[in-house]
């Protein structure tokens, strides 16, 4: 079960095997964000059928898999409203799959 905020910063992307924007400070409705704020702590959920890699806007083998049904938090990742920094982009190898992100609402536990 994905455990994210479902307000402004969550996305919901269509990946084909082009790299797509699925997280980050330049996403329309967090860009728009006034005075800028910091965005801390990503899950990733893909809720297609295909496996995407996630990583930068060129990656596929340099990448983290996330098979379809996989979900993956990045703690420690931050971004900031309106910029590009930090930018998750994903890609399938081939077909169309689903990512969800947005900012994670809990840490894991030990």
């Known amino acids: 079960m994905a455990i994210y905020a479902n307000g402004p910063a969550y996305q919901s992307t269509s990946v084909t095997n082009s790299a797509t924007l699925v997280f980050g400070g330049s996403i329309t409705t967090l860009a728009a964000i006034t005075p800028a704020v910091t965005l801390k702590n990503v899950t990733l ?12 806007s060129s990656t596929t083998s340099a990448a983290l898999p996330l098979a379809p049904g ?13 910029t590009t920094t930090h930018d998750l ?8 799959t689903t990512i969800n ?9 030990d």
Request: charged share 0%; net charge negative; hydrophobic share 35%.
């Open 45 to 56: 959920f893909n809720s297609g059928t295909t496996t995407a890699f996630i990583g930068g």
């Open 70 to 82: 996989q979900q993956v938090l990045i703690e420690g990742y931050s971004t900031t409203s309106g």
């Open 89 to 96: 982009y994903a890609i399938t190898a081939a077909g169309t």
């Open 101 to 109: 992100a947005g900012l994670t609402t809990q840490g894991l536990v």
